[in-house]
């Protein structure tokens, strides 16, 4: 059976799979998204891809059949068969890189400030989309960042290695916390996409899980970017779970599209180093099907379209159920 839309989001309802130990990835574990710091598998059948990370238990299992084949089983049931895709660099055909490995920031759900991990060079980065090349498969390279001392001074640092990039000739997509003109600087600097991640479009509850971090500013920042690099050109993160309010949230989607602002659904994951500080509860499949054809619908009534993306998650469609692409 292969993989449908209503497949793929019990697969991220789930979020995790266990994996005979032949199967195990090895090498280095990747710092960008939401399972940072974990193991992940990158699944691939009818002509969409989901990623999951890899448990000791879980409700899913991978088993292995004749050649690259391979299923995902559910209490022994057959769910979907397709192969395990290698990941580049962070995802499959992507070089995703995590520049500065820790952020001054503190939200609740976010395990990169406790993960304090090291902040690259160009020189670091640039040998890293090298090897990429030297594959044969880079497609694209995305570049993230937590804010090691300034959102100013992450800006300035991802455009100085932005700008090395564009030797590759591969569209460029950055993921950063806003600054005062940073549309500008990257796309001065070569970046084809951008994304600033509201994170959580219920108000009251931004308050609580991102302290330190004004919701508005975000927004105004999106809105901007929007004028700077068109339409389908700029996204940004909700995360579903965290307890928000559906109205908020249904209100937040139409805000976004409104702008001309992709929304990335994604399904909040409880990482480790975060349990107990928020809620963080996986959303059903039934809900993540619903909100995803709701978004796909505001979607089509501000012409936007999910399907261009030319960088990043809405390309690598690894975490989330993405419209015009999945359903
Ligand atoms: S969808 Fe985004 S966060 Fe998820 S694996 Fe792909 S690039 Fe990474």
Redesign the pocket.
């Known amino acids: 059976m292969l993989m449908d839309p209503e497949i793929k989001a019990r697969l991220i309802s789930s979020g995790t799979v266990e994996l005979p130990e032949l199967l195990r990835p090895s090498g280095p574990v990747s710092a960008?998204?939401?399972g940072a710091g974990e193991m992940n598998v990158f699944f691939r059948s009818g002509g969409t891809r989901v990623?999951l990370g890899v448990a000791d238990t879980s409700t899913l299992k991978l088993a292995e059949l004749d050649g690259d084949e391979v299923a995902i089983l559910e209490d022994g049931v057959e769910v979907a068969r397709g192969y395990l895709e290698r990941p580049l660099i962070?995802?499959p055909r992507q070089a995703?890189i995590t520049v500065s490995e820790r952020c001054i920031y503190d939200c609740k759900f976010c395990a990169v400030p406790k993960l304090a991990g090291t902040v690259k060079s160009k020189e670091r980065v640039l040998g890293m989309v090298a090897e990429a090349v030297d594959t044969g498969e880079l497609e694209a390279i995305?570049l993230t960042s937590g804010v090691e001392r300034s959102p100013e001074e992450e800006v300035f640092r991802v455009a100085e290695i932005a700008k090395d990039l564009r030797r590759f000739e591969v569209p460029i997509g950055v993921s950063v916390t806003p600054a005062k003109r940073s549309s500008e600087i990257l796309k001065a600097a070569g970046a084809d996409e951008i994304k600033y991640n509201v994170e959580c479009l219920d108000p009251d509850l931004f308050r609580k899980v991102c302290p330190e971090v004004s919701l508005e500013k975000i927004k105004t920042a999106l809105e901007k970017a929007v004028d700077v690099f068109g339409d389908n050109r700029v996204f940004s993160n909700v995360i579903i779970g965290l307890g928000e309010s559906e109205t908020a949230l249904q209100e937040g989607i139409v805000e976004l599209a409104e702008m001309g602002v992709l929304p990335v659904l994604r399904a909040v994951y409880p990482h480790p180093l975060r349990v107990g500080e928020v809620e963080m509860v996986r959303p059903s499949p039934e809900r993540l099907t619903d909100l995803v054809r709701r978004l796909k619908r505001v979607l089509d009534d501000h012409g936007l379209r999910g399907d261009v993306a030319e960088t990043?998650?809405y390309r690598?469609?690894?975490?989330?159920l993405i419209p015009h692409r999945d359903l």
């Open positions: 960008a998204g939401p990623r962070h995802c995703y995305s990043g998650c690598c469609t690894g975490c989330d």
